[in-house]
């Protein structure tokens, strides 16, 4: 009995696993898009007045897209459909979609108009600071508009992706942002270049164009997927569904809390467009746009490690509640925090400590300068502190919605309200944007810790002595990884190179020489999730191989 209990908990823990080493190499494509993206602005634009107002443009439909469409609604979304599936078959499931879909598509149609209507009023919250510099707030306001149809396209597309978890398909929904980073670069340099002159666009405009071409690619790419499980759609509307119900009885608490990680991102904002450049006085260019380029950095780890690792949990878990079984829950959960603490420690020193020549290598070109990169990787180092906790959160949050439990993250949530802003209006003075960084990274560690303890409480245990132990050796790993990387950028900061050339063979001989030191010391220290990272990450690429 016993043996048959081990395994039924080790089924979903393989589960997980496996189907995030498939996510992990589609996230990991559309990160390396993004970055690509990125360098696209970079080259273009530098971190100046334009980027600034198209990132803090872009901000207003993302931070409605986190409310309303990956952030609640998901969750949300795709733990109701997955028991649904689970308990009532296909045909009831699909028509919850459709009843769902319709909703939300007559809900975020009124919601972007107002958007519209409000759009200067808004921008003057979101960055008061802009009024401050001629033509920054006109800019902005111009490029939210063009931007808002965006969150439409978005919300299909979370929950296109929700659906496929729940069918157990993870490498095309997972690629989907993939799609947005390619729509969005050749969407904009087409609308932005090539045909601006005849469409009357200014470069910024034709790329704020693009992210909406992005959008559309995005939720389209997952529609031949869908068709093939059977699902179609019907315009339907039932608030009295059950289905329909506990969704959005889930979701109220859950844009609460996602409200309140929002309302961190406009205070940030707000402090960031007021920062003074002490050289002359004046309200500075550029803070926004460093932030931005050093957390995309974070993206990474984030999206490959971190959100890979909770997209592949919260079917597991949300199974498991719909067929009873504490002890597989626990350790499902437990077995994914091990993973993110695995992959996203070592990250995080790795970015640390090789900020400069990464930041420089990516994206000093064109209109970005070395000055650009020290304030990027200075910001960088002061977010790696956060990674592991902004990670670890992503899939602890989604485990409380699995238990039905969408209170306890939005209290939290709005505690760390008052964190951030007093952590900020301690360190935006005499730190600048590097203090919006750090704060950052207190409250996603403030948020994980409170969010573990009161998981624990709920679940009687969570095996927290031995989790703490694989944190403590991966640390002790890490350490190493950092003194092999650090040695390794020095002494390849003698060669004779200069510039790109460099650049890169600091970032290349560093992070494959620490990556390996990391690796034989966990192995010394015997980090049992080492082989099932491994392999996870792998995924199915090398085992077909293999196979071959």
């Known amino acids: 009995m016993q043996s048959v209990e081990i395994e039924n908990a080790e089924r979903p823990r393989a589960s997980v696993a496996r189907n995030a080493g498939i996510i992990s190499l589609a996230v990991m494509a559309s990160r390396v898009l993004g970055l690509v993206r990125d360098q696209v602005f970079a080259a273009l634009f530098g971190a100046g007045l334009q980027y600034d107002a198209f990132l803090t443009a872009f901000r207003i439909p993302n931070l409605l897209r986190d409310l309303f469409a990956e952030g609640a609604l998901s969750a949300a979304f795709v733990t109701t459909f997955t028991q649904t599936l689970q308990s009532q078959g296909k045909e009831v499931a699909i028509r919850l979609w459709n009843r769902v879909a319709t909703l939300i598509i007559l809900l975020i149609a009124a919601i972007s108009i107002l958007v519209w209507i409000y759009t200067p009023e808004i921008v ?87 992210t909406l071409f992005g959008g559309f690619l995005q939720f389209a790419v997952q529609w031949p997927a869908l068709r093939r499980c059977g699902v179609s759609y019907r315009p339907m509307i039932s608030l009295s569904d059950p289905g329909v119900r506990q969704i959005f009885r889930l979701m109220g ?91 996203c420690i070592p990250s995080a020193v790795g970015l640390a400590v090789l900020g400069r020549p990464i930041v420089a290598l990516v994206f000093e070109h064109g209109k970005f300068t070395s000055f650009d990169t020290v304030q990027t990787a200075n910001a960088l180092a002061a977010y790696a502190i956060g990674l592991a906790g902004y990670a670890a ?29 007093v952590m900020n209006s301690l360190l935006v003075g005499p730190f600048g944007h590097l203090g919006l960084a750090f ?12 969010l573990a303890l009161f998981m624990r409480r709920k679940l009687g245990r969570l095996g ?85």
């Open 124 to 210: 003057g919250l979101l960055a008061p600071g802009f009024a401050a510099v001629p033509g920054k707030a006109a800019l902005t306001i111009e490029l939210t508009r063009i931007m808002i149809p965006f969150l439409l396209l978005i919300a299909l597309a979370a929950q296109a992706m929700g659906m496929l978890n729940a069918f157990n398909i993870f490498g095309v929904p997972a690629l989907a942002s993939a799609f947005f980073n390619l729509g969005s670069i050749i969407g904009g340099l087409l609308l932005g270049y090539t045909l601006a002159p005849i469409l009357g666009l200014t470069p910024i405009a034709g790329m704020a164009y693009g």
């Open 253 to 343: 608490p859950a844009i609460i809390g996602t409200a309140a990680v929002q309302i961190n991102v406009f205070v940030n904002t707000s402090f960031a467009s007021n920062i003074v450049d002490p050289a002359t006085g004046a309200v500075a260019n550029g803070p926004v746009s460093w932030l931005n380029y050093a957390f995309r950095f974070m993206q990474f780890p984030i999206g490959v490690f971190g959100v890979a690792i909770a997209t592949a949990t919260l079917p597991p878990l949300s199974r498991s509640t719909a067929n009873p079984d504490s002890t597989e829950f626990r350790q499902t959960l437990a077995h994914s925090l091990a993973l993110v603490f695995l992959l």
């Open 393 to 421: 959160v992503k899939v602890l949050s989604p485990a409380f919605y699995a238990l039905h439990d969408a209170r306890t993250p939005m209290l939290i949530s709005l505690g760390s309200i008052a964190v951030n802003y």
């Open 439 to 450: 704060s950052t990274s207190t409250v996603a560690l403030v948020n994980f810790l409170l």
């Open 464 to 548: 927290g002595h031995r989790l703490g132990s694989t944190v403590l050796r991966i640390f002790a790993a890490s350490l190493a990884l950092a003194v092999v990387a650090w040695l390794v950028n020095d002494f390849a900061g003698a060669l004779p190179l200069h510039g790109l050339a460099l650049n890169f063979v600091r970032v290349v001989a560093a992070i494959s020489l620490a990556a390996v030191a990391f690796y034989f010391s966990c192995r010394l220290l015997r980090v049992e999730e080492l082989a099932e990272a491994v392999n996870a990450v792998e995924g199915r690429l090398w085992r077909t191989l293999r196979r071959k």
